[in-house]
């Protein structure tokens, strides 16, 4: 079974502030993570993938299988992060390529 | 740049009644999949399509439910007797052949279902 757990459902930080949304994941296989944001009345959009291992809108993501983790970075946030955060994977193991999301963070940057 | 389109955005329905949710997926995609979201819960897979047959299906996914790709554009699902805890939102994702490799699903903005 897959599973991947976002254990803070609102995380409000301070514009300019360090952001970190945490994701945790178990799978016996090997997986592949994303990250998808959903902005206030928009779709699901990928934002990142683990194995691009690319910074999107200053955002970075580092898979760290020791402690199956998927933290999602930002630096200094900004206003126009806020939205909905959700951590997804897929097993390659066997796993088919269906999604399996986390509940969700929601990300509030205060000025 | 090509979207997932989902009609309607919001359907309400009578408990009991058939509803048919409908998507297009993005024009050179051949993987399809539904996904929904009750409210306040996490997204959950449904059910993944390709070549004109079901890939995968997850336990939510009986024998009242069921997909078609019924020309080459729609994508549908079908709910034959709704329930109440039916009520949620659908969502229609699409992957293009090239990048399976890649993973990247393309999500549509959804179709919120109300059964009352």
């Known amino acids: 079974a897959q599973r991947v757990t976002q254990p803070e459902k609102l995380l409000s930080v301070f514009k300019g502030a360090p952001v970190e949304l945490k994701c945790n994941y178990s799978y016996s296989g090997s997986p592949e993570l994303f990250w998808y944001v959903q902005y206030s009345r928009q779709r699901l959009q990928l934002l990142l993938r683990?194995?691009s291992r690319e910074s999107i809108k200053g955002f970075t993501a580092d898979l760290n299988k020791g402690e199956t983790s998927f933290h999602l970075k930002k630096p200094f946030a900004q206003e126009e992060d806020s939205a909905m955060y959700y951590c997804?994977?897929?097993?390659?193991?066997?796993?088919?390529?269906?999604?399996?999301f986390g509940t969700g963070t929601q990300l509030k940057v205060e000025l | 740049e090509p979207e997932v389109t989902q009609t309607p955005s919001h359907q309400v329905t009578q408990m009991g009644q058939e509803v048919i949710l409908r998507c297009v997926p993005i024009s050179n995609h051949l993987y399809f999949y539904w996904y929904r979201q009750i409210l306040g819960q996490k997204v959950e897979f449904l059910v993944s399509f390709y070549n004109n047959e079901i890939s995968e299906k997850s336990e939510i996914f009986d024998d009242q439910f069921s997909v078609e790709r019924p020309d080459g554009s729609n994508f549908t699902l079908k709910i034959r007797s709704t329930k109440l805890e039916d009520s949620a939102m659908y969502f229609c994702?699409?992957?293009?052949?090239?990048?399976?490799?890649?993973?990247?699903?393309?999500f549509g903005a959804g179709t919120r279902l109300s059964v009352l």
């Open positions: 683990h194995i």
């Open positions: 997804a994977l897929i097993g390659l193991t066997g796993g088919g390529n269906k999604l399996t």
């Open positions: 994702a699409s992957m293009e052949r090239y990048e399976i490799a890649k993973n990247i699903q393309y």
